[in-house]
């Protein structure tokens, strides 16, 4: 890598990124497939923006179930709520 990242943007555009590193490798196979084809040096295969914002990866990722919260656990929270609004002073 230089100073001006001339050696990295070249590196990318060639599609020659380390796939070996350890923070690569510990990826699921699902992202290393998102970055490959977001990086891939040919324009005519590359993924365009409207395919892989649908890529598997984003979509099972954003979609997946949320924690939820309880009907008691809500409670608490709006009793929180209520209790430091009813604490706090109205300037005027």
Do not use: C
């Not at 699902?30 to 914002?53: G, Q």
């Amino acid at each position: 890598f230089d100073e001006n990242g001339d050696v990295l943007v070249n590196s990318i555009i060639e599609g020659n990124y380390n796939k070996t590193v350890d923070e690569y490798m510990s990826l699921s196979e699902i992202a290393k497939d998102f970055i490959s084809n977001l990086l891939d040096p040919n324009y005519n295969t590359r993924v365009s923006a409207d395919i892989a914002v649908n890529h598997d990866f984003l979509v099972k990722r954003y979609t997946t179930p949320r924690k939820t919260i309880t009907e008691t656990k809500l409670k608490k929270i709006a009793n929180k709520i209520k209790k430091n609004i009813s604490n706090e002073k109205i300037l005027i």
